[in-house]
Nanobody, 116 residues
Framework: QVQLVESGGGLVQPGGSLRLSCAAS????????MRWYRQAPGKERELVAA????????NYVDSVKGRFTISRDNVKNTVYLQMNSLKPEDTAVYYC?????????WGQGTQVTVSS
């Protein structure tokens, strides 16, 4: 069955870095666009970054441009989110998704907390 498993979250101080991973299985990873979303307490889920199936097309929400980098490895069936210069407002549960046409699969999320 389809599985997306996020990892790499945790507690980090402001200005620190984390690298999130999302391991995919159960579908043809290389033909799906991949996305990272986040949801902070009391807020709606927000699309943070997206990458096309080949890895050449990338988009970011303005608040993370220049700090976050999305990448993918179509051999390892994994998508990454490198997060640098983290701020307290980046605190949220981060979810990865796989999207193709009307289909979108979701992971269970990983908590990222930025606090001193």
């Amino acid at each position: 069955q389809v599985q997306l498993v996020e990892s790499g979250g945790g507690l980090v101080q402001p200005g620190g870095s984390l690298r999130l991973s999302c391991a995919a299985s159960g579908f043809t990873f290389s033909i799906y666009a991949m996305r990272w979303y986040r949801q902070a307490p009391g807020k709606e889920r927000e699309l943070v970054a997206a990458i096309g199936s080949a890895g050449t097309s990338k988009n970011y929400v303005d608040s993370v441009k220049g700090r976050f980098t999305i990448s993918r490895d179509n051999v390892k069936n994994t998508v990454y989110l490198q997060m640098n210069s983290l701020k307290p407002e980046d605190t949220a549960v981060y979810y990865c998704s796989a999207k193709r046409n009307e289909y979108e699969y979701w992971g269970q999320g990983t908590q990222v907390t930025v606090s001193s």
